[in-house]
């Protein structure tokens, strides 16, 4: 490859040249080729499907004036955004979902501030490189093989759990926050890990110099410093257990999260199932602008 | 800082502790797939091939298998040409509105799974096209773009401008230089990249439940669609090792590539 020979005689001829010479000279035109094809395909994709999904909330069905057919209403209306407001059981299972969702993210963070600490301050360097594989790798390994296990660990009737510890949450919320815990538990871990890396040896030497002991320098220097950190790993945590349906349906007994209800009204009225699928989207517009503002996305 | 010897031990057997939690579950799935008894109940009893046989025979699993990867491959690479031409975009030019399409880029993998998947269901709907393997494609493409993005906005990020700039003044042209300076640098970051959007693709459910036609049964879907038959579970448990297998493989590969872990967060 360094062998290429420029021809000076050519230098200004040739149509790539000529072309070259404009994408050169032309940096907005670069920018709109590169970013033509992405850009279209988020936006008319995705964007246009998020759009289309707010206006359908916006719909609702009313009983035909015969009342044997339900008629959709098509001029806009907040009356699904009522329904979920006002009827208590959604309430309920929206607040199950969230106090799930902080319990997964609360469970993930204690487990992984550890970990994470003896991984990036601790262990040898090859134990360390070895560690981040070891932690990465589960995350892609089959998300509902890894329910499905949780599943046969679970079961009350001869599980792994009940068999050698004598005791079981069993297939309920306690069973599915476990499950998800587990599943989402190297988000944490691998942000925290980076933020951990990042922070200077000598910021905690410097601390150990001023007096503080181990738990005075962690909660004084390194807490504050990871909270980027912190706050990208429970994105993860957080946005993951509230849009999900499938773990409550496979450990969760008859728990049902949002996702359940969202999935169950989805053929049955669309228009309230994209009403109630608002409220995962809202909770977590509203957490990645404070994320983004604490500098948190750059970690993703 | 000072950390004393007892609570290093602590810290180490704490670690340790939590991988084994990590991984005894996959494991006991592939301890499960060899077992004489037909039911999940610890403890595990004698072994046996016959289940892997079984199932090497069975129609449904393997039509899955094609299905999964014929969708992964697809969407992964139609992910990466997105993903690669964002990451120039947005690496190399400064322009107005930057942070927002970075933003639009990352919510299909932020926003909920089941949100994406109804939200494209519905504008699928509304269009008025019907759902197949298409549809799932264009699904799946849309949340790898941001792990290709990722990977290769990384690259791009370390790689010093000065190389490109030494080429086209040595009289490459952008072409050239993208030929014989950039491409060779990225080449990995580019496998990498594709190789996670492949997993991501291959192991997902919940944007598939949504956006695949009916009757197309991905792997993850045959397993779920089966686990509460017990008359099926030898059977599952051997798909779910292949479906283990099959995605740790491209990560195994992709973390190869990549440096540390810069692909590991990027679902």
Known sequence: ?300 | MYVSRAARYLLAGFTALVLVVLYFPILYIARLSINKARSYAWPPQGFTLEWWRAAAHASGPRDALFRSLETALLASAIALVLGTLASFALTRHHFFGRNAVSFIAVLPIALPGIVTGIALNSGYHRVGINLSLFTLVVAHATFCIVIVYNNVAARLRRLSPSLEEASADLGADVFQTFGYITFPLMRSALLAGALLAFALSFDEIVVTTFTAGAGFETLPLWIFNNMFRPNNLPLVNVVATVVVVLSIIPVYLAQRLSDGAAGASGR
Do not use: C
């Open chain 1, 1 to 300: 490859m360094a062998t290429t020979t420029i021809d000076p005689v050519n230098e200004r001829g040739g149509f790539r040249r000529r072309i070259s010479r404009v994408l050169y000279q032309r940096p907005r035109l670069r920018l709109a080729l590169l970013l033509g094809g992405p850009l279209t395909w988020l936006v008319v994709a995705y964007l246009g499907s998020l759009v289309a999904l707010l206006v359908t909330s916006l719909y609702h069905y009313q009983d035909d004036p015969t009342g044997l057919v339900q008629r959709l209403v098509t001029s806009p209306s907040a009356t699904n955004y009522q329904r979920v407001l006002n009827t208590d059981v959604y309430r309920t299972v929206a607040f199950r979902t969230i106090g799930a969702a902080l319990s997964v993210t609360v469970i993930d963070l204690l487990i992984a501030l550890p970990v994470a600490f003896y991984m990036a301050k601790l262990a040898r360097p090859w134990v360390r490189r070895a560690l981040v594989v070891a932690v990465t790798m589960p995350l892609w390994a089959g998300y509902l093989v890894k329910g499905y296990a949780w599943r046969a660990m679970l079961d009350p009737a001869g599980g792994v759990l009940h068999e050698v510890f004598g005791h079981s949450p069993g297939f309920g919320v306690s069973g599915t926050v476990v499950t998800l815990s587990y599943l989402w538990l190297p988000y944490m871990v691998i942000p925290i890990y980076a933020g951990l890396e990042r922070l200077p040896n000598s910021l905690l030497e410097a601390s150990t110099d001023l007096g503080a002991k181990a738990g005075r320098t962690f909660v004084r220097i390194v807490l504050p410093q990871l909270r980027p950190s912190i706050v990208a790993g429970s994105i993860f945590t957080f946005a993951l257990t509230l849009g999900d349906f499938y773990m409550a349906q496979i450990v969760g007994g008859t728990t049902q999260f949002i996702g359940n209800v969202v999935y169950r009204e989805f053929s049955a009225n669309l228009p309230f199932a994209a009403a109630y699928a608002t409220l995962p989207i809202l909770i977590m517009v509203v957490y990645l602008a404070g994320a983004r503002s604490s500098g948190a996305l750059e970690e993703l």
